[in-house]
């Protein structure tokens, strides 16, 4: 296993959580319209999780050897989801941008897999468990997103 290439992918992975922290935690502050309630309850919950996923990739990039980026400018120019300011509070939008955030993520984790398996046990292990948080948050917010198309179809009739 090439340990720079790994610490670039993590590195990657680390500023990629710290956004979407803040993309969930300003998300859960502004969130306006229907069921604003279940969805601020979800996003803030999805904050806690990415911040502690930060936390998992940190730990194991200083495991192997490397730094957590140190600036959070570098961020922007690590980052492979980027991030989406949550501009329109109204919570169709949030939804809309976190699902796209998580699907990114996914599509992130499932390739750090790839290139850990059989190669890098301990990485492999986190990278897998963090993928699980990743897909059951696209799947919460997939509900919530249904849920509230089914309400607006109701209050349209
Ligand atoms: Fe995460
Ligand atoms: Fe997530």
Redesign the pocket.
């Given at each position: 296993m090439d340990i720079d290439k790994l610490l670039e992918m993590l590195n990657k992975a680390f500023a990629d959580e710290w956004l979407?922290y803040y993309q969930y935690w300003l998300g859960a502050k502004v969130a306006k319209g229907p069921m604003k309630d279940a969805v601020i309850a979800e996003l803030a919950q999805?904050a806690g999780?990415?911040l502690r996923h930060a936390d998992m990739v940190a730990m194991r990039i200083i495991q192997i050897g490397g730094i957590p980026v140190t600036t959070p400018k570098k961020w922007f120019e690590l980052s492979h989801c980027g991030y989406a300011a949550p501009e329109d509070p109204q919570v169709e939008a949030l939804l809309k941008q976190n699902i796209k955030?998580?699907q990114c993520?996914i599509g992130v984790y499932k390739s750090i897999l790839d290139a850990t398996a059989q190669k890098d046990p301990v990485t492999y292990n986190m990278v897998l468990q963090i993928l699980q948080?990743?897909v059951q948050?696209e799947e919460d917010l997939q509900s919530l997103q249904e849920d509230l198309t089914g309400i607006i179809k109701h209050t349209r009739k």
């Open positions: 979407a999805h999780d990415e955030g998580e993520a948080d990743e948050h």
